[in-house]
């Protein structure tokens, strides 16, 4: 009898109207989810517009590419995506910039894991000054190091060689590695290592065998950055090669001229330079989140 009475006073309760402290505190809810909202939505549009007039300008025909004011319906071509790729030889330095960003990142994963296990479990003379040096290397400006690295690269005789941007890329992608793959094999339990040292494994299958495969979304992650700063590199592509080594980013370049821009042309390599790092990134974003987020509570 007592549990009916209070349950028709907890209806009773529930069924009157809300205070006005109540409903100005819901009403402010409301009002603050409506401004996050609306600032999603404008950081939204202003990342993607730009990616929208990109591909749109490439299907566009030159006459609508500059019309004033801009035309938003027309009729598709892919004349621009034909000529970028065989008449500028777009399709070339693509393969060129895969083949770059892919021994890239392969080298820095090779030797940037191992270092970086070492000076997350590891205690030696200079470990700190080594760490510093590491870090250090994404503080200085790469306008600074390009006339250098082409001065040493005309003495070694490889200007225009894909030899010449791997170790180049391989010197800023392996810092990346190193710096999150560190704070990853920080992450896992010391005592994982522990265990398996009493059963009798060595170091090195310690570090094969447990450290590794737990440590992997912090290397998918390092991966994805190294691939994409080697596959985005402007500056020191213009500057090292000259025609057989040439990535895409320079073949951007290409198109300028003092008589006319072909806008179309210039679209279409940009959308094939973006596109397949946006298919990448979207086909690895769970793991990126993943690997980003991992080690930050302890």
């Given at each position: ?44 549009l ?40 065989f ?22 994963l ?138 895409s ?9 003092g ?39 302890k």
């Amino acid at each position: 009898m007592n549990t009916s009475t209070d349950t028709a006073a907890t209806l009773d309760q529930s069924a009157k109207p809300l205070s006005a402290r109540a409903r100005r505190a819901r009403n402010a809810r409301r009002r603050a989810t409506g401004w996050h909202f609306i600032g999603l939505l404008i950081v939204f549009l202003t990342s993607v517009f730009p990616f929208y007039w990109m591909v749109t300008t490439s299907l566009k025909s030159q006459a609508d590419a500059l019309a004033v004011p801009p035309v938003w319906v027309f009729t598709p071509t892919l004349s621009h995506y034909i000529d970028a790729l065989f008449e500028h030889d777009v399709a070339n330095s693509l393969l060129n910039s895969l083949i770059v960003a892919s021994s890239a990142t392969f080298l820095s994963l090779l030797l940037g894991t191992p270092a970086a296990y070492a000076l997350a479990r590891f205690e030696f003379r200079g470990k700190e000054d080594l760490w510093f040096w590491f870090i250090s290397n994404r503080m200085v400006s790469p306008v600074v190091l390009a006339v250098p690295f082409f001065l040493i690269a005309t003495k070694l005789d490889i200007v225009d060689t894909h030899i010449v941007l791997i170790l180049l890329y391989l010197t800023f992608s392996l810092p990346i590695v190193v710096w999150i793959c560190t704070d990853q094999f920080r992450s896992i339990p010391v005592e994982l290592d522990e265990a398996a040292r009493l059963d009798g494994a060595s170091p090195w299958r310690i570090f094969w065998r447990i450290n590794l495969p737990l440590a992997m979304p912090g290397i998918v992650v390092s991966a994805i950055f190294a691939f994409i700063f080697s596959w985005n590199d402007l500056l020191y592509a213009l500057v090292l090669t000259r025609t057989d080594a040439i990535t895409s980013p320079v073949a951007a370049t290409s198109y300028m001229s003092g008589y006319e821009l072909p806008w179309g042309e210039i679209m279409a390599t940009g959308t094939l330079i973006v596109l397949p790092m946006v298919v990448f990134a979207l086909a690895v974003s769970g793991r990126l989140v993943q690997g980003l987020t991992m080690g930050a509570v302890k």
